[in-house]
């Protein structure tokens, strides 16, 4: 039995999907703890925003192209192959940030 509190949360507060065909930065709003992207060209980044210590769930849920996952502008990226997840976790310094694949 699933209980519903009135002004509780629901999921869609805490993620974002994104389908781009372009180097994509999240904007303040779409900066939530789990982040789907599907990019529809290759060779594509995704630039999350993090602050320092700030930590998202970013999943390639697209069949084909990997994006270059960068925690901040200045990071040189991580690759995050189609149907891979990454715990990225955000540093103030470029390519400090660690971006984590998990599988």
Excluded: H, W
Excluded at 73 to 88: N, P, Q, Y
């Amino acid at each position: 039995m699933k209980r519903r509190f009135t002004g509780a949360p629901d999921m869609d507060d805490f993620r974002t999907v994104i389908s781009t065909d372009s180097d994509y930065v999240l904007s303040a709003e779409e900066q939530t703890l789990f982040v789907n992207v599907t990019l529809t060209a290759a060779s594509k980044s995704l630039t999350l925003g993090l602050g320092e210590g700030d930590t998202m769930l970013v999943t390639n849920i697209g069949s084909t192209n990997a994006v270059t996952v960068k925690a901040i502008a200045g990071d040189t990226g991580t690759s995050l192959a189609a149907g891979k997840c990454a715990i990225c976790i955000g540093s103030a310094t470029a390519n400090a940030s660690k971006v984590l694949v998990l599988n």
